[in-house]
Structure formats: structure tokens, C-alpha cells
């Protein structure tokens, strides 16, 4: 069922020293920042050879990282995403096995423009599980 890993996101409490950080001391290709209110973030994607990595920032009062920041002053690794090829079908193959869909189970459209799910932590080595349709 499992494709690629299209992403690792890292939540970090200041995203311009975030960019700094990747962009100068790493040297990575650093996308400009991007709003995405409907999540509560603003990101950036950095792009690797094989995969890309994503810093998320809060963004307003109900930002879904406030209290991963909370816990995690310096930020740090809040979720890995991994496409699949149906995503509609993947969650009923989930659900069906016990899996909690986090929300109310319905894709919503990710930072790429494509349809996503978040899969509760407990049931998947305590990491946060993002599926992206491919
Ligand atoms: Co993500």
C-alpha cells in the first residue's frame, strides 16, 4: 500500500531561522514561505535529491503545532508523509484494521494541492502519519 515518502515535516518555532539554518549552514534549496491557513502553518519546502523535508510555523491562535512546539521549545521532527495510490481506499484498509483517522476521516487538500489524511500517532510507532494521494 505504501509509496514513496513524499515528505518529513519539522515544526519549528522561528521558520526564518529555520530557512537560514537549511539554506546557509546545510546548503538546501529552500522554497519561499507559503501561508496555508486552512492548516494553520506556514511552510517551506526543501527540496532534496529523493525526497523533501518541510518546516511548519504556527500560524494563528489555533495552529494544530502550538502544542508540539510546547512540548518541543526547539521544534522537531511532527510528521512523515507517505503517498499511496488511492487514498480513499487506503483509509477504509486502515479503518477496517482498527487505524484512527484523525478529523472527520475526510481527505483534505494538502500543502501540493492533493488530497491528505492524518493517521493518530498510537497506532503507527507514535509518529504522526500523513498519506498523501500520489
Ligand atoms: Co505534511
Redesign the pocket.
Known amino acids: 500500500m505504501l509509496g514513496r515518502l513524499?515528505?518529513v515535516?519539522i515544526a519549528v518555532p522561528d521558520l526564518e531561522q529555520g530557512i537560514a539554518t537549511y539554506r546557509n549552514t546545510l546548503g538546501a534549496d529552500v522554497s519561499a514561505p507559503q501561508p496555508e491557513p486552512d492548516h494553520g502553518v506556514t511552510v517551506v519546502f526543501i527540496t532534496l535529491p529523493n525526497t523533501k523535508i518541510?518546516l511548519?510555523e504556527p500560524l494563528g491562535e489555533n495552529s494544530p503545532i502550538k502544542g508540539f512546539l510546547e512540548k518541543n521549545p526547539s521544534g522537531g521532527i511532527h510528521?512523515i508523509?507517505y503517498e499511496v495510490d488511492d487514498i480513499i481506499s487506503a483509509r477504509d484498509m486502515l479503518s477496517a484494521q482498527g487505524a484512527r483517522v484523525l478529523g472527520d476521516g475526510e481527505p483534505k487538500i494538502?500543502?501540493h494541492g492533493k488530497p491528505?489524511l492524518f493517521l493518530h500517532p498510537k497506532d503507527f510507532c507514535g509518529t504522526l502519519v500523513?498519506l498523501?494521494q500520489a
Open positions: 513524499n515528505h515535516a518541510e511548519l510528521h508523509c494538502g500543502a491528505v500523513e498523501e
